[in-house]
């Protein structure tokens, strides 16, 4: 079969070149199903795989620094290696709505479409590009949701009396970072020592060099 020319997030028509996402949370799990259909699904769509990109026994919860294979996928995309990325399903990329409207905007940037197999999601085609802006709308309404949310906490707080900020540091257990740090103790060892956070250690430090 020939390749086959789709039109592209942006829409233009290009030939689709295709990395494969796989991904497992455990190691008892085998990404071989998802592997065998999508590599049928680019086979009966005409799309040339150039590349298969796996994460095993990897939580979706993961930054992109923790999952190799995503990581190498994304800078293939970026270099244009690939313009079709297909996956499984939305989960296989992450675990919230804003990661993946975050990850879709990086694709569209780049020219780059997804297939997902679960939710039938085809950025390549009018279908698949509306998806994904009612997607963005959908985000957009849970970062307004939270946002409420926390300034209603505050407000209720302050209505409370509660003070809001940072709590302050005894004077005696500044003394005591300073007389520490003084004999040559490390930050990380200081806080360790004191039973405090090392940011509490840095910010008494900062301070005392004012």
Same mark, same amino acid.
């Given at each position: 079969?020939?390749? /086959?020319? *789709?039109?592209? %997030? !942006?829409?233009?028509?290009?030939?689709?070149? &295709? =990395? #494969? +996402?796989?991904?497992?949370?455990?190691?008892?799990?085998?990404?071989?199903?998802?592997? /065998?259909? *999508?590599?049928? %699904? !680019?086979?009966?769509?005409?799309?040339?795989? &150039? =590349? #298969? +990109?796996?994460?095993?026994?990897?939580?979706?919860?993961?930054?992109?620094?923790?999952?190799?294979?995503?990581?190498?996928?994304?800078?293939?995309?970026?270099?244009?290696? &690939?313009?079709?990325?297909?996956?499984?399903?939305?989960?296989?990329?992450?675990?919230?709505?804003?990661?993946?409207?975050?990850?879709?905007?990086?694709?569209?940037?780049?020219?780059?479409?997804?297939?997902?197999?679960?939710?039938?999601?085809?950025?390549?085609?009018?279908?698949?590009?509306?998806?994904?802006?009612?997607?963005?709308?959908?985000?957009?309404?849970?970062?307004?949701?939270?946002?409420?949310?926390?300034?209603?906490?505050?407000?209720?707080?302050?209505?409370?009396?509660?003070?809001?900020?940072?709590?302050?540091?005894?004077?005696?257990?500044?003394?005591?970072?300073?007389?520490?740090?003084?004999?040559?103790?490390?930050?990380?060892?200081?806080?360790?020592?004191?039973?405090?956070?090392?940011?509490?250690?840095?910010?008494?430090?900062?301070?005392?060099?004012?």
């Amino acid at each position: 079969m020939a390749p /086959r020319i *789709l039109m592209n %997030i !942006a829409g233009e028509g290009v030939m689709k070149r &295709v =990395g #494969i +996402y796989l991904r497992v949370s455990t190691n008892g799990q085998t990404t071989e199903n998802q592997r /065998r259909e *999508l590599v049928a %699904i !680019a086979a009966r769509s005409g799309w040339q795989v &150039v =590349g #298969i +990109y796996e994460d095993a026994g990897i939580s979706g919860a993961k930054g992109r620094d923790k999952r190799p294979g995503f990581d190498r996928l994304l800078k293939d995309a970026t270099g244009r290696k &690939v313009n079709m990325i297909a996956a499984w399903s939305v989960d296989r990329l992450g675990r919230s709505l804003q990661d993946l409207v975050g990850f879709l905007t990086d694709l569209q940037a780049l020219g780059c479409d997804l297939y997902l197999h679960q939710q039938a999601l085809d950025t390549s085609t009018p279908s698949g590009r509306a998806m994904f802006q009612m997607c963005g709308v959908f985000a957009e309404f849970e970062r307004g949701m939270i946002r409420e949310r926390v300034n209603a906490g505050l407000a209720r707080a302050k209505e409370r009396g509660v003070k809001l900020g940072r709590r302050p540091v005894k004077v005696s257990v500044e003394a005591r970072i300073r007389d520490l740090r003084a004999e040559g103790m490390g930050i990380l060892k200081i806080g360790r020592t004191l039973g405090i956070g090392t940011s509490v250690v840095q910010r008494v430090l900062a301070q005392a060099e004012l």
